[in-house]
């Protein structure tokens, strides 16, 4: 049997046809009958490429196909893919996706569509690339109240923070360093300000809480802002610096969630995830504490994920398996992040230090002021108390009226 | 619908009931449908118990209940479990399981008895207690070759070794504080010598190579001869113990797996992973390096495994859903241990040690010597080069005429 199609031949894309058809067996084994690529669907020519007898430019060659099972939309991007990923599944084909973008947007009610025809929507690739997360959320966890999700969730940041502790390098230094290797892109905003690890967390939230949670409403702050000083005082302290997306229920019903910059002590596993890697903290009522760890990105790791979810749907034609959520309207569950508290590094400049001090322990009471080598006579950092975001701000806007603030980072 | 029955009140037992109870409404919705415990079958009486209602005592008022969908097996052993197993699953009921000896013996047949009867057996708690390991293996990567497992099975042992690595304990002493925080049972030899740690390998080499690999066949060494002076060395040198249960696909077909203590670099999270906690570490050709973290035992942890794997039956009722391995003969895929290569760590005691130097460098050629603080002059440890291990004994038994062979432990 002929049937499953790739749409969009890209990295992922080629990826996906690359250890699909390495492993071809083994999976036709696992399945119980035969299975193969029989179309993937790009608009671009691929002259001389092994598979080019399978390209085909029209998507309704494969909509149209009753052969085909699944579909791999590894295209990306929320229009043309939300398009085509509808007519699918309203055909009854299923589709599994690495498309976090969409899957963020509209995975509620491309969920609810699959499951209304009898076929899935699988997404295994969209978050944490290669690290099995959805699944073990959405099933082996399915037992338990999710108290907290907090994880590494994109690989190019982790990577430049990494190059930033490890080996002191600068923040822009780390960034060309990135792009060089093919981790970062030449517009990197999506990865440095955080955006593609907030529509991960997005994502995983959605799904452990059972509520759509959509980026929009999420407050997201990058890495470009830190600085090796910030690091430093970090360090010395005992704590890395991490990009992490956070979600966590609250007892009004609603949600935390927020992806920023956070110092994690060195004795937290998170702190020792380097490079590219990605790392995924779950915490369950029964469970307790679970880590996932892996290659958050990158052409196989996507596309092993990619083909898991190929594999399970070939097993499970005409039944849905996942457990969905089902508010996809637009409401917002996310709380305002200022109404959550936090334990906040602080790093201020101006005049001399020593004569700032009353006026911090004033405002935040005994604070624990950090140090670093060569630290200037006009600069201080401290970190504040646990208390709610909105009274930390408070306070400091009253600091700045002294001191000019350089620096605010969350601790875990 | 009261649609599930608990055979087994014990530590399991009673947290597989404690979280699906508080949980329930959540669960139904997530299923999709009403659920609920009916029955609790156990031998003893638990007088007052707050479902003592639910107490039975005959096996066969569940097996002939036919609103029993599901029957979580978290008796432990492989006789009477055995036996509720086949007929329950003959019946079409699925099972779950936190029993790994019951898997480890049996897992092929019941799997393929489960298929049979259009009903499924899982056991997400046999391996790692909470921790996801048993359907990320079976789907999420079910497009890999997977190239090799490694994991910390076994919560007792890594207690154990980390009193002994942080807190210079020695192992009777740590053994002893164990049994007193309810970690190690009186009659420690499974935890300790490595055999409960096996079982749960087996169980991940038969998922992932999908061939039965007994534990009866596999070499299986433990921890009690490892001494205080052994982790000094190792620490020195950077390294940790670790007890590793591992396997690996070979070129012939045969799969090596072994469960011993290791020596692990502290770059490696593995060694960083200490007290009761699990993790494993699953390489595929696909995903590459993946880690999974957790608490890998006790009441609540191994109740969310099995409360997940309940949610799972319930949702997939008359549908087989894992993928089983085929072969349940009795036969041995496993390579012979000594037919592998390793770099082994070595202490050795008797006379003057800076004369045998020349021996060892004769027998292993250039080899890296570690230090430990007051090493007695008669004292001698290093690493060899990696070779194979028949090698490495041949050529210790040959230094076994000039020095007493104190210490042997792999390099992970």
Chains 1, 2 share one sequence.
Not at 146 to 169: C, D, R, S, V, W
Not at 177 to 187: C, F, I, R, S, V
Not at 219 to 227: A, F, K, N, V, Y
Not at 278 to 302: E, M
Request: glycine share 8%; charged share 25%; proline share 3%.
């Amino acid at each position: 049997m002929r049937n499953v199609a790739v749409i969009g031949y890209g990295v992922v894309g080629s990826g996906t046809v690359e250890l699909f058809e390495k492993n071809r067996e083994d999976i036709c084994h696992k399945i119980g009958r035969d299975c193969d690529i029989k179309y993937i669907c790009d608009l671009r020519d691929f002259p001389g490429d092994k598979f080019e007898d399978r390209l085909v430019k029209d998507f309704n060659v494969i909509l149209n196909d009753e052969e085909i099972e699944v579909v791999a939309e590894v295209v990306g991007g929320a229009t043309f893919a939300y398009e085509y990923t509808r007519k699918l599944l309203e055909k009854g084909k299923s589709v599994v996706t690495s498309n976090k973008e969409l899957v963020a947007m509209h995975g509620a009610e491309l969920l609810s569509i699959a499951k209304a025809h009898d076929c899935n929507y699988l997404f295994e690739a969209s978050v944490g690339g290669g690290i099995p997360i959805i699944r073990p959320l959405n099933k082996c966890l399915a037992g338990n109240k999710i108290t907290k999700i907090a994880g590494i969730l994109n690989g190019t940041t982790n990577f430049i923070l990494t190059k930033m502790i490890k080996e002191q390098m600068s923040f822009e230094d780390a960034l060309s360093m990135a792009q060089k290797l093919g981790y970062a892109e030449a517009d990197p905003t999506a990865d440095v300000e955080g955006h593609d690890a907030c529509r991960k967390i997005c994502i995983l939230a959605s799904l452990a809480f059972g509520k759509h949670v959509y980026p929009k409403y999420v407050h997201c702050s990058g890495i470009s802002h830190i600085t090796l000083d910030d690091v430093e005082y970090a360090e010395n302290a005992g704590y890395g610096i991490k990009l992490i997306g956070s979600a966590e229920p609250l007892d009004d019903g609603r949600i935390g969630v927020i992806v920023c910059p956070r110092l994690v002590p060195h004795s937290d596993l998170l702190s020792n995830v380097d490079d590219v890697y990605n790392a995924i903290r779950v915490i369950g009522d029964g469970s307790g504490d679970i880590l996932f760890y892996g290659r958050g990105a990158g052409k196989l790791p996507t596309a092993s994920a990619v083909v898991g979810d190929i594999i399970d749907c070939l097993k499970h034609k005409d039944r849905s398996i996942m457990i969905g959520w089902d508010d996809c309207s637009d409401k917002s569950y996310v709380a305002p992040y200022k109404a959550m508290k936090t334990t906040m590094y602080v790093r201020i400049k101006g005049g001399d230090s020593e004569a700032l001090k009353p006026a911090v322990t004033e405002l935040f009471g005994k604070v624990m002021y950090l140090e670093r080598n060569g630290r200037p006579d006009d600069e201080l950092a401290f970190m504040t108390p646990n208390m709610l975001e909105s009274e930390i701000d408070e306070k400091l806007e009253e600091l700045s009226k002294a001191a000019s603030i350089e620096s605010k980072i969350r601790l875990i």
